[in-house]
């Protein structure tokens, strides 16, 4: 499996990619991290807080496996 994992954060070079990486336990895992997210400044300064904005997605290749998509309807 393939998992390809992109954070968006204020502050790309303070992101720990290998630690990224190693919360995922399944698969090829490839972190990039980009300019994005938000610093939120909170009341007065008092409680600042940054958000990463993170999309992840994973491909299975299922040729010559005995996996098979099941209609749930």
């Known amino acids: 499996m393939l998992v390809e994992v992109t954070v ?3 502050d790309p070079e303070k992101v720990d990619v290998q630690t990224v990486a ?12 980009v300019k994005g997210g938000l610093d939120d400044k ?5 409680e600042d ?12 290749d299922t040729e010559g496996h005995g ?5 749930g309807s």
Not at 51 to 57: D, G, M, N, P, S
Not at 67 to 71: G, S, T, Y
């Open 8 to 10: 968006g954060v204020p």
């Open 22 to 33: 190693a919360a995922l336990l399944f698969g090829d895992v490839r972190v990039t991290v």
């Open 42 to 46: 909170g009341m007065g300064g008092a």
């Open 49 to 60: 807080i940054t958000l990463a904005a993170v999309a992840v997605k994973a491909w299975l």
């Open 67 to 71: 996996c098979r998509l099941v209609d």
